[in-house]
C-alpha cells in the first residue's frame, strides 16, 4: 500500500471513511450526530489537518481512523518533500556540466552518476547558451534531482534512487486549438498593432498576413481605418498552457470593401500552400510591388507635366519614392531582356516575363551583379537598390508594367491569377474552403463587436 500514488491513497482514505459512515448511520447513536458535519473536509481534502481534526471529532477512539490520521501526517511529509523547490543555473557560453558543477560544488562522483544514469544520451548531450539547468541538493549537500531540456518540449531529469541516479526522457504533447479573431483597423493601426490589440498574441502569425496577401494588397499605404480581418488559426498548448501559435487555417481580410480569402489547404495529409476560395494559389506571377517606399511621389498619368522638362508628357509608370539604397525586387520570374545607362533612364533593368508581360526598373542607384543579359531572375530576387540616377529630382524607383507593349498602371491593373488546383482536387478543396468560412461566419456572429474596447477611441 506504501507504493501506492498519493492521490490512490486519498481515494483509499475516502472510501474507508463512507463506510465508517454508513455503520454510523445504522447503529444506535446520539440523535444530535449530523452525518454530512462530519464527512464535510474544506477544499476536497485539500487540508489533511483539516480533515484529520474533523475526523477525530467523532472517531477518535477509532484504531482504523487513528491509522489513516498517520497516513496522512506521512502523505504531508512526503509532499512537503516533493514541493521543494529546484535552483535554475542558466548556461553560458563555452559551458561543460563538469565545469558547472564545480562552479555550484556539486560532487563529481553526482556527474558520473548521471553519466552512468544514460549512456546512450549523455554521448549526444550539448548544452546550449541560454538554456536553464535545474538541480537540487539533499541536506548532505549531494544532488537529488536534476534537469535539462536539450531541446524545446524535450525535458531529461534524474532523480536519485538511493547511491545511483535513474534517468527519465519525457516529450511533452502538444495540444493545437483552432481560434478565431475578428480585427478591424482604427485610425492609427497598423495590422500588427490592431491584431495583438483584438487578442492575437505573437506578432509572427501577424506578420504572417501581408506576406500571404503581397500579392494582392499593398500593405505599405492600402490600409486604412475600417479595413478589416477574420482569421482562424492554431494556438499550441503544452502543459494546460499557452505555449505558441501555430499555422493560419483561414483568413479573409477585407480592404477598401473588397474582401481577400485565403485558405490554408493539405490533401492527404501533405501541404499545398494557400488558395484563393476559388481555388487559385495564393502566390500570384506579380507582385504588388516591387519595393518598400515612404509614398508615391508621382502616379501613373497619360497627360502628365514632366517636372524637368516642363512640358505634357505621359508618365507610363509609377514612382515609389524610398531612401537611396533601398532594395529593388523582380515582381516576377523571367529573364533579362536589356540592362545598362542612359541619361535618362540612369540605371536600369528590363525584364520580360513572357511573351505578355514586361515590367522595366529605372533609376537605380546600383544594378545587382547577377544581372547579365538573358540572365533568369526568379520572383522577389533582388535586381538592384534605389537611387536617383538619370533623370529624377530625388530618390525613387521608376516602376513600368506592360501587357502585350501597352504600358498599364501598376496600382490598378488586375494581375493574373495563381496557378489553379487539379480539376481532381477543386472539389474536395471548394468543400473544404466552404466549410471553414461558413464556421468562420458562425463564429462572427457570436462576437458582439469587433475590438469593442476601441471600436469609439
Known amino acids: 500500500m506504501h507504493k501506492l500514488p498519493i492521490k490512490h491513497l486519498f481515494t483509499c482514505s475516502l472510501l474507508i471513511a463512507g463506510l465508517i459512515g454508513c455503520v454510523v448511520l445504522f447503529t444506535d447513536r446520539p440523535a444530535a450526530l449530523n452525518v454530512e458535519e462530519v ?54 557560453n563555452g559551458d561543460t556540466l563538469s565545469a558547472i558543477f564545480d562552479r555550484l560544488d556539486i ?35 549531494s544532488l537529488e534531482y536534476f534537469e535539462y531540456s536539450p531541446e524545446d518540449l524535450v525535458d531529461y531529469s534524474f532523480t536519485r534512487t538511493g547511491d545511483a541516479m535513474t534517468f527519465e526522457s519525457r516529450t511533452r504533447k502538444v495540444v493545437s486549438n483552432e481560434t478565431y479573431r475578428w480585427v478591424t483597423i482604427q485610425r492609427g493601426d497598423s495590422v500588427i498593432s490592431a491584431g495583438l490589440a483584438a487578442g492575437i498574441r505573437q506578432e509572427k502569425t501577424l506578420w504572417r498576413i501581408p506576406k500571404l496577401l503581397q500579392w494582392d494588397i499593398d500593405f505599405y499605404h492600402d490600409i486604412h ?24 487555417i483561414a483568413l479573409q481580410f477585407t480592404s477598401g470593401n473588397r474582401p481577400y480569402n485565403l485558405v490554408r489547404y493539405e490533401d492527404e495529409g501533405i501541404f499545398k500552400g494557400y488558395f484563393t476560395r476559388e481555388g487559385y494559389a495564393a502566390r500570384k506571377r506579380f507582385l504588388r510591388t516591387p519595393v518598400e517606399y515612404t509614398r508615391i511621389s508621382d502616379g501613373f498619368n497619360l497627360k502628365r507635366l514632366h517636372p524637368i522638362h516642363k512640358v505634357v508628357k505621359p508618365h507610363l509608370g509609377i514612382d515609389y519614392a524610398a531612401p537611396t539604397g533601398t532594395p529593388v525586387y523582380a515582381t516576377g520570374d523571367g529573364v ?74 501598376p496600382a490598378t491593373i488586375h494581375l493574373p491569377e495563381g496557378k489553379p488546383l487539379s480539376e481532381d482536387e477543386i472539389e ?15 463564429l462572427r456572429s457570436e462576437y458582439p463587436e469587433a475590438r469593442p474596447s476601441l471600436v469609439n477611441r
Open 336 to 409: 533579362v531582356s536589356k540592362f545598362g545607362y542612359t541619361s535618362a533612364n540612369g540605371n536600369y533593368v528590363f525584364l520580360e516575363h513572357d511573351r505578355v508581360y514586361k515590367t522595366k526598373y529605372l533609376h537605380l542607384f546600383k544594378i545587382d551583379p547577377a544581372i547579365k543579359k538573358g540572365a533568369t531572375v526568379k520572383q522577389g530576387q533582388r535586381i538592384g537598390s534605389v537611387g536617383m540616377t538619370g533623370h529624377a529630382t530625388g530618390p525613387h524607383l521608376h516602376y513600368e508594367f506592360l501587357v502585350n507593349g501597352e504600358h498599364q498602371d
Open 39 to 92: 464527512f464535510t473536509f474544506d477544499d476536497e481534502f485539500s487540508s489533511s489537518s483539516t480533515a484529520r481534526d474533523t475526523v477525530d471529532t467523532y472517531f477518535e477512539n477509532s484504531p482504523l481512523m487513528e491509522g489513516l490520521a498517520n497516513r496522512l501526517d506521512a502523505i504531508d511529509t512526503q509532499r512537503d518533500t516533493f514541493a521543494q523547490e529546484t535552483t535554475s543555473v542558466t548556461i553560458k
Open 107 to 141: 560532487d563529481r562522483a553526482d556527474l558520473t552518476a548521471i553519466q552512468e544514469a544514460s549512456p546512450r544520451y549523455w554521448k549526444s548531450l550539448s548544452l546550449r547558451a541560454g538554456r536553464n539547468l535545474e538541480y537540487r541538493l539533499d541536506d548532505s549537500g
Open 428 to 442: 474536395r478543396f471548394q468543400a473544404h474552403a466552404d466549410e471553414l468560412f461558413d464556421r468562420m461566419n458562425a
Open 225 to 248: 481605418p475600417g479595413d478589416s480581418f477574420q482569421i482562424l488559426y492554431y494556438e499550441r498548448f503544452v502543459d494546460g498552457e499557452y505555449y505558441e501559435d501555430g499555422e493560419i
